[in-house]
């Protein structure tokens, strides 16, 4: 018989309590207990988990549910899946900095135009689907909605949607978004260790296309961005351009 390591024959163990013979019949169930396990640091960052099969027999259900809840998890880049290694909590011990987001500030200024910044909303409420997929929530979890819009001087230049998850960040307030971006505030205040970045192209709607001046159904460019502290999620972004907008990275 081949001797596991001591940590991950510890992870095949049941926890104590009630996750005893507790069945979890989705694949939410399934993603949320090993959110949990990983936030914990039962399985600490760069740890091998238990396989498929392993974790169906432990929590009572199918393998394709565990596949399920594994896959989600990994295009958030919580855990790497890789095929002949098996599964890891991903490691971000060397990405302990703080992760460089491109602040609009910087755009606009660098295009040699004067900056503004206008706060529009700020609410709490539950997170719309495209949040709640992005940040791998719990139905019916609610999140801080902060809205903005982008000036270059005096000319609409783009506009920001962020859902801040405020069970794991520094407290706030609106009145700390009335001058500076939510983004920005981010930067200065959280260790951001993982991040996922998304470009799309899609049909502008509601305020932003008024505010871009634009009729709904315009095409527009959409960049997204969900940010992680850990295994915890931390904020969801969405920023609107108007048509011909040109996005440039150097390195």
Known sequence: ????????????????????????????????????????????PGELIPTEQELAVQLGCARATV?????????????ERRRKVGTRVTSTQSRRTRLEIPAMRQEIEGLGASYNYELTHFEVRPANDQAKKAL??????????????????????????????????PPFQRADFEETPALEWLARNVALTTGRFSILAESAVGDCARFLNIADGTPVLTIERANWSDAAPVSFLRRIHPPEHRLISED
Not at 67 to 79: C, M, P, Q, V
Not at 138 to 165: F, M, R
């Open 1 to 44: 018989m081949t001797k596991l390591p001591g940590k991950f024959t510890r992870s095949l163990r049941p926890v104590p309590g009630e996750r005893v013979g507790k069945r979890m019949n989705t694949w939410q169930s399934v993603r949320a207990e090993v959110l949990e396990r990983i936030r914990s640091r039962e399985w600490p």
């Open 67 to 79: 596949n399920r809840a594994l896959r989600e998890l990994a295009d958030s880049g919580i855990i």
């Open 136 to 169: 791998q929530l719990d139905p019916g979890q609610s999140l801080t909605l902060v809205k903005g819009q982008y000036l270059a001087n005096g000319v609409p230049h783009c506009c920001e949607v962020i859902w801040l998850n405020q069970a794991v960040l």
